[in-house]
């Protein structure tokens, strides 16, 4: 404990060599973090308020204490490499990298004000909800295999369905017959899906961001006369805030259906499409693009 109290005190004043200082302390560590950051944050990103409070805290230490630390001692560093008459130019662009490492601390700082308004919209949507006291989706289980979900993916619809599914461990399938909702709440159920290697299934209409939740299903299935619909995201208007980059969010869904085995030239395709307009592919296109693995009517009773 005491030779790691020592180390730190000695590469804060500056007495650890350069390249420690820079490579281990500065870089390492910073991989070390970002890992971390990235593994934790895909554990919450379905849950708003737990995406704002991890990067909060992680904000906080990370970059407000742990950063400084790693900044000022490389820093220092420098400037007794530079009595040494050492490699001037190594030595400037580990100044340079450690500087602008303030401009990565305003943008995260950025990233987590905008985490911290979808958080507060996403509490507020559930408060509107509950005042309204009505429900825009359904869910029910049929026999024992087949959970349906039908209506627009609106705040809490992941809560409910976990719950649903945990109180009939029997279910394998997730029925989709929605034109879309919360793209939060899709990608919660499509997390779902994915970590208990479920099937999803549509007999009906999947469209938007219905169709992230149904690419979630370990295996994917359409019913002869279904359908699948893709476009662009689109906010509702009294939603359109600086904070919310819809851009980002596409990106982010891009690289989950790339890494559910869609193919690139189809998702491409998907986020050409215009937001006010809808893509539905047929089975054969789905089919050759990894979208969908079978066409099959399931035997539901």
């Known amino acids: 404990m005491q030779n790691t109290l020592d180390y730190i005190r000695r590469h804060w004043r500056g007495e650890l060599p350069l390249g420690i200082a820079f490579w281990i302390n500065l870089v390492g560590v910073g991989i070390v973090i970002y890992v971390a950051e990235m593994f934790v944050g895909r554990s919450v990103a379905a849950q708003p308020e737990q995406l704002f409070v991890t ?3 992680s904000f906080i230490i990370f970059r407000l204490l742990i950063y400084p630390w790693q900044a000022v001692g490389v820093l220092r560093s420098c400037e007794k490499s530079l009595l040494d008459y050492k490699n001037i130019i190594w030595i400037r662009c580990a100044q340079a990298i450690a500087v602008l490492g303030i401009v990565a601390i305003f943008v995260d700082g950025l990233n987590v004000m905008r985490l911290f308004f979808s958080m507060r919209l996403y509490k507020q949507e559930i408060a509107e909800a509950a005042i309204k006291k ?6 029910q289980v049929n026999g024992e295999e087949y959970v349906y979900v039908t209506g627009s993916l609106d705040p809490g619809i992941t809560k409910q369905l976990a719950i649903l599914i945990d109180q009939h461990p029997k279910v394998t399938t997730i029925v989709l017959d929605s034109e879309g909702g919360r793209v939060y709440e899709a990608r919660g159920i499509a997390a779902l899906a994915r970590k208990r290697a ?9 469209y938007s961001a219905c169709t992230i939740a149904f690419a979630g299903g370990k295996r994917r299935v359409l ?4 359908e699948l619909g893709f476009h662009q995201y689109k906010l509702a208007a009294k939603y359109v805030l600086p904070y919310l980059d819809v851009d980002k969010e596409m990106e982010k869904d891009f690289k989950f259906l790339l890494k559910q085995g869609i193919d690139v030239r189809f998702l491409e395709k998907v986020f050409e499409t ?5 893509w539905v592919p047929t089975h054969e296109i789905l089919l050759a693009a990894g979208v969908i693995h079978e066409v099959s009517e399931f035997n539901i009773k």
């Open 55 to 57: 990067a909060l805290i």
């Open 134 to 139: 009505e429900k825009t989706y359904n869910l």
């Open 198 to 206: 479920m099937t999803t299934y549509s007999s009906g209409k999947c």
């Open 223 to 226: 019913a002869p006369d279904a």
């Open 274 to 278: 215009s937001a006010t307009s809808m």
